[in-house]
């Protein structure tokens, strides 16, 4: 529980200095030079946890579809989402996924999720209700 919390606030934390960022410079450069800083720092822990590195053409294939595309698009994308909203309300809208990922997974995959991942799935639908209600109360304010 506690690497999930911390893996939560790690995301806000993202999320926040991530939306300085972007506000300032261009969304891309920004994107690059975060994503480079993060793959720069985290290929020691990879080496040290994966062992030697033994990729062939296909390997790479998949790990350059995944870097630039599934996630590099996808990052870049909710960037420039966060130069228009709130930082709470990027992240409140980019966790649709999961819910997603969850209502998917019971209607073409079958799954029978159990209890623990349907009380997951509310807390996550909580969450977002608590900051959509913060977000009208805000905007009803100001």
């Known amino acids: 529980m506690a690497l999930c919390l911390l893996a939560g606030l790690s995301y806000a934390a993202y999320a926040l200095v991530n939306q300085a960022l972007v506000i300032e410079g261009r969304v891309a450069t920004v994107n690059a030079w975060v994503f480079t800083c993060s793959a720069l720092i985290s ?15 296909s390997g790479w294939a998949v790990v350059i ?11 870049l994308l909710f960037s420039v989402g966060l130069r228009g ?10 966790k649709a ?11 073409i995959v079958g799954e029978r999720p159990a209890w623990w991942s349907v009380m997951g ?21 100001a």
Not at 97 to 107: N, Q
């Open 65 to 75: 579809y995944l870097g630039m595309v599934a996630t590099g698009l996808a990052y």
């Open 97 to 107: 996924e999961p819910i997603t990922a969850f209502v998917l997974s019971l209607l």
């Open 85 to 94: 909203m709130s930082a709470a309300t990027g992240v409140a809208l980019s």
């Open 121 to 141: 799935l509310l807390g996550v639908i909580a969450g977002l209700w608590l900051v959509v209600q913060a977000e009208r109360k805000a905007a009803a304010t």
């Open 43 to 57: 290929l020691p822990v990879a080496a040290w946890l994966g062992g030697p590195l033994t990729m062939n053409a």
